[in-house]
Structures are given as structure tokens and as C-alpha cells.
């Protein structure tokens, strides 16, 4: 029996090879080991910095952009006016542009204030003022001025946007009643009624008389103002009193006036916002950092 299996696997081992001869493109299989894709013994490992390195990194980054400020030239509001008007002489219709840079912090919401120039400097949009009131609240609201008055049946036309004001007005004893819906839609938006901005009083018509008139400024998310402050053809003196009104109402809604921080004043404990830099262009002008604002 073993003598017969012998033979048969000899004339097997015969005829593989006669195959091969005959066919030089037969391959031959063979057993390799797999191999797994991964780094190299002498390849350099990935270094993660640590929280130290990083802290370190970003604090050379801020010292490099402090020494870069601080080559910059600061001109005094009175070189910088006259700059400008160097360079817009062929433009007498041109604006003053006043951009102010805030740094904001965690938690801190956006500055926002209003403001009324002594010389506007061009004509303003009409503020649209809705007051959430009832009863005789409602009628006085009315009288003093206000475009829409009325109760929790505003809400829906508000989520909808059929209702739109740029100015929102409660009374004490409404807030709790519309705050659970529209918190979340005004709040974002800034235009939720707030009892710390003075929007929910029960003096309906004492704050709509005292923004009668008055314009409203604001930040965006980032914390920087851009606002066009008086016209080429101002008087020096008149574009100097519209920079300082305006700068006025930025230092008191971001709590850089001296009553805000003395500690006799009531704003005492609120946030201050840090002014990092003001800078007066124009319409076609450069960017000048004003040293005495």
C-alpha cells in the first residue's frame, strides 16, 4: 500500500514539473507572514506639547503683537482730524469713521448704549418701539409714541416675524408671562426686556420720552463698534464734540467711566469691558489710533 502511494506521488511531482517547464508563467505559491502598516523603529515619535508650552506660546504671541502696537504712531484727535482731511480733500461728502476695539470676556454680554449726536452726522432710521402692556398702561404706551402695543398675543407674531421692532418694552407684571417663549429668540438678538438695561419698568412713557430722538449702538459678538461719527465738511470742533458724546456712551455701557468704578456707585460690582484701541478713519482714508479718547 505505501509502496503504491510512493509512486503515485512521484509521477505527480514528474508531471508538476513537466508543467512548469512547458508553461513558464506558472507561479508558484508560497507562504508569507503578514505584515502590519505602523511607524518605523527609528522614526521620530509625534511630540504633544503641554499645557505649560502652550500657556508659554500664546503669551510670546500676545508680547509680540503688544511690541507690534506698540510701534505703532498714536495721534491726538486734533492731528488725526487734520490727516484725514489732508486726505479727503477732494471728498468733502466723505464720513469720520470711529472704530473702537473691546475685549470682551466669558460670560460678558455684548456693550450696547444709545446716543444722540450734538451734529448728526447723517439721518438716522426711526426706532419701531413694541411695549408688552395692558389696561391703562397700554393706552399711555400708545400716546407716548409706541408703534405696537399689547399683551401675550404679540408672542406668535414675534416668532413668526410678522412683528418687528428694534426696540422691546415690558411691563413688571408681564415679563414672567412672555420671558418663557421669546428668552431664547430676543435674548440672542439683544432685544430681550431686561431689567438691568431699563427696558422693564413699569415708566412706560418716562423711557419712551428719554430715547425719543436717540439712536442705538452696538458691538458685535467679537466686541467692536464701528460707527460713522460726522461728515468731511464738519467744522473740527463739531466732529471733535461728536467724538467725545460717542465715546462718552461706549465708557458708560462698558463700565470705563470713573462713577462706574468708584465703589460708592451703584455699577460698582458690574463687569468692566476694557477698551484695547480707537482708531478715526474715513471714507477712503487710513485707520489712525487716537491717543486722547
Known sequence: ??????????????????????????????????????????????????KKAMAA??????AKAALTAA???NLSLMDAIAVLRAVEVASPRAMYELYIKTEMGNGVAVPKGRFKLPREAKAQAEDKILVFAEGRQAEEAKKAGAHIVGGPELIDGILNNRIRAT?????????????????????????MPSERRGTVTDDIVGYIERIQGTSEWKAD?????????????FPAE???RNFRHFMTSVKKATGNTKESQSRSSKDANKPVTPINKVILGSTQGPGIRISDY
Open 1 to 50: 500500500m505505501s509502496t503504491s502511494l510512493l509512486q503515485f506521488s512521484r509521477r505527480c511531482c514528474r508531471s508538476i514539473g513537466v508543467l512548469s517547464a512547458l508553461n513558464p508563467f506558472t507561479r508558484n505559491f508560497s507562504k508569507t507572514l503578514p505584515t502590519f502598516a505602523g511607524r518605523k523603529k527609528n522614526e521620530p515619535k509625534i511630540r504633544i506639547p503641554s
Open 57 to 62: 506660546k500664546a503669551k510670546r504671541r500676545a
Open 71 to 73: 510701534k505703532v504712531e
Open 167 to 191: 426696540t422691546y418694552l415690558s411691563t413688571t407684571s408681564l415679563i414672567r408671562t412672555i420671558t418663557p417663549r421669546l428668552g431664547r429668540f430676543l435674548g440672542p438678538q439683544g432685544l
Open 221 to 233: 459678538k467679537k466686541g467692536n463698534i464701528h460707527m460713522p461719527i460726522a461728515s468731511m465738511h
Open 238 to 240: 463739531d466732529v471733535v
